[in-house]
């Protein structure tokens, strides 16, 4: 146990559904991760929230919109996605960002499993 | 140029073997280097983290890193079936990103 919780471990959805994943951590960290990995591609960074405020956006499409009410939970809301939008979302935090000089242990969550029919 | 490069692999090695795993990267600016393990179907796990040029030992496995090179590679000693997963190499850039490569399966045979 990582102490990074996620929610729904797998999700179907239709490209017309709209749907939210959930991610929350016991660890106290200030920085939370959003991240997309797909077959044989390198993890892909999608948002970086510290202390509650979006520092990073890594050029993710509208479609997918974070939120962040606190520094323990993190949601991801999804909404007319595509098929090649398929694959495993893991959620991680750190202590803190590296936009204040941290963000270098980061512990993952298992992760979600999404498909898009 | 790929900034973190992994070998894919599969890597196959005898249970009992040293099983070497390497990484290279791009920006020479980079402090920080991370060895993630990733078991099929689950998340990264973190095993170890290494600053200074140089080996560090925790248990069987050791990190390695070579600034000059540019180079971080990861032995584990005494290979066990166990140890069968994906291991990602990641790297604190001059930026403070943390880049990942596309990991390296090791299958270690019993």
């Known amino acids: 146990e990582t102490g990074v919780t996620q929610t729904p471990r797998h999700l179907v959805m239709g490209m017309t559904n709209k749907k939210s994943l959930k991610c929350e951590q016991h660890l106290g960290h200030n920085a939370m991760y959003w991240y997309k990995q797909s077959a044989k591609k390198p993890l892909e960074l999608m948002f970086v929230y510290s202390l509650e405020e979006r520092v990073e956006n890594n050029s993710v499409p509208s479609r997918f919109s974070p939120e962040c009410p606190n520094s323990s939970h993190l949601f991801l809301h999804l909404h007319t996605l595509q098929p090649e939008d398929s694959a495993l979302y893991l959620c991680?935090?750190?202590?803190?960002?590296?936009?204040?000089?941290?963000?270098?242990?980061?512990?993952f969550g298992p992760g979600t499993r999404l498909l898009v029919l | 140029q790929k900034e973190v490069e992994q070998n894919s692999g599969p890597l196959s090695v005898p249970e009992g073997a040293i099983a070497s795993l390497n990484c290279t990267y791009s920006d020479r600016g980079s402090q920080s280097f991370f060895w993630y393990r990733q078991y099929s179907g689950k998340s990264p796990e973190l095993i170890m983290f290494i600053y200074s040029n140089g080996d560090k030992e925790d248990g069987r496995f050791t990190a390695q890193l070579n600034k000059a090179s540019q180079y971080v590679s990861l032995l584990i000693r005494d290979s066990q079936p166990s140890d069968s997963a994906t291991y990602l190499c990641a790297v604190n850039s001059a930026t403070n990103k943390l880049i990942f490569g596309t990991g390296t399966l090791l299958a270690v045979q019993p």
């Open positions: 991680a935090s750190s202590q803190d960002s590296w936009h204040v000089g941290g963000g270098e242990t980061q512990y």
